[in-house]
């Protein structure tokens, strides 16, 4: 089983991604993590990611599909994979459609979770996350034990250099002009395309989309 979730930066694709995956055995392909991981550890793609990341642009079609390409071929024998934050232009969508159709695996949903701009906004500025091992957390729905702190590995917690109040907005201008039309293109194709209100608690979206996937 192959799944698209779509959505805004911070309507909660990660979260939701991480606990659909638990339950269907499925894994999560974030290309946004992907990249995290990359400038972490200071690799050149990370070197070649970070100028565009920072500012909240797009990172370049041919290093998200190059980056993509490999994870899945490293992990060939999955039950298949829920791609989170991936794709966000036509042409990664047509990127992905090839690397499905090489290994003679179908795409079984879209989901796009849906979030008013100004939820979003108030939702990034209390996100915080772990330099350390990528745990995110949020000083509103989802506050660390210990104020400040890494639950799983204790380091400080901060706040993602693109979840700045500006680089938030230029984020969602990209979302509407570059990512939100590729819905319009799954419309196109046989695969359903499911709408969830995603501003609700995490449980309720949760069941919903249990609800809503084959299988
Ligand atoms: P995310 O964690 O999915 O919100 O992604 C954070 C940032 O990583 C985005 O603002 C982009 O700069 C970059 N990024 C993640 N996924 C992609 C992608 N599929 N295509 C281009 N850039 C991406």
């Known amino acids: 089983m192959n799944l ?12 939701q991604a991480e606990l659909l995956a638990r339950r269907y055995g499925l894994v999560r392909l974030s ?16 070197r070649e990611a970070k100028r565009y990341y920072d500012a909240g642009e797009l990172v370049p079609d041919g290093v ?4 993509v390409r490999e994870t899945m071929q490293g992990a060939a024998d999955a039950a298949g994979f829920i791609f989170d934050g ?12 090839a690397l499905l ?25 209390a ?15 989802n506050p660390p034990k210990e104020e400040g702190i890494c639950d799983r590995c204790g380091t400080p917690l901060t706040q993602r250099e693109d979840d700045r109040p500006e680089t938030v907005r ?15 293109f799954y419309e196109q194709t046989d695969t359903p395309v499911h709408h969830v209100n995603g501003d609700r608690a995490v449980d309720e979206v949760q069941s919903e989309l249990r609800r809503l996937i084959p299988g």
């Open 4 to 15: 698209i979730l779509f959505g805004a930066p911070g309507a909660g694709k990660g979260t």
């Open 86 to 97: 991936f794709p966000r232009t036509v042409t990664q969508a047509e990127g992905l459609q």
């Open 127 to 141: 996100r915080l996350s772990c330099p350390q091992c990528g745990a995110v957390y949020n000083r509103d729905s």
């Open 31 to 46: 290309t946004g993590d992907l990249l995290r991981d990359a400038m972490r550890e200071g690799t050149e793609l990370g």
């Open 170 to 184: 230029r984020r969602l201008a990209v979302y509407r002009d570059q990512t939100a039309p590729l819905i319009g």
């Open 101 to 125: 159709d090489d290994v003679g695996q179908p795409l079984d949903a879209v989901v796009v979770l849906e979030v008013d701009d100004e939820e979003i906004v108030r939702r990034l500025g």
């Open 64 to 67: 998200i599909l190059g980056m």
